[in-house]
């Protein structure tokens, strides 16, 4: 079992910065790879950026260049760094981790909501 979970959400105005962070606890950190998701009102859930155990990286068009995903497997965290911020990008950020191994391994954390707004 994995429990994750995110924080570093908040109010922020356009053209901000937000760091979210997802802690991941009970079980060995270095077999998952992590996705960030973001879910806003009224849509459906979708991909923000993923880093796979072995740090490789993957990002949706519309965050490419704004934003950037990261680990520190000491600390068991995985970071989301959110630059040059639109009201688009407002939604509550979900963290995803699934073992390289197992697509059945599988976890989610609860949420942190961003929002981005003047």
């Known amino acids: 079992q994995v429990q994750l979970v995110e924080s570093g959400g908040g109010l922020v105005l356009p053209g901000g910065s937000l760091r979210l962070s997802c802690t991941a606890s009970?079980?060995?950190?270095?077999?998952?790879?992590f996705t960030w998701y973001r879910q806003a009102p009224g849509k459906q859930r979708e991909f923000v950026a993923r880093?796979?155990?072995?740090?490789?990286?993957k990002y949706e068009d519309s965050v490419k260049g704004r934003f950037a995903i990261s680990r520190d497997n000491a600390k068991s965290t995985v970071y989301l760094q959110m630059n040059s911020l639109k009201p688009e990008d407002t939604g509550v950020y979900l963290c995803?981790?699934?073992?390289?191994?197992?697509?059945?391994?599988?976890?989610w954390g609860q949420g942190t909501q961003a929002t981005v707004s003047s």
């Open positions: 009970g079980s060995v950190f270095e077999i998952y790879d």
């Open positions: 880093i796979t155990s072995g740090s490789i990286t």
């Open positions: 995803n981790a699934r073992n390289r191994y197992s697509d059945l391994d599988d976890y």
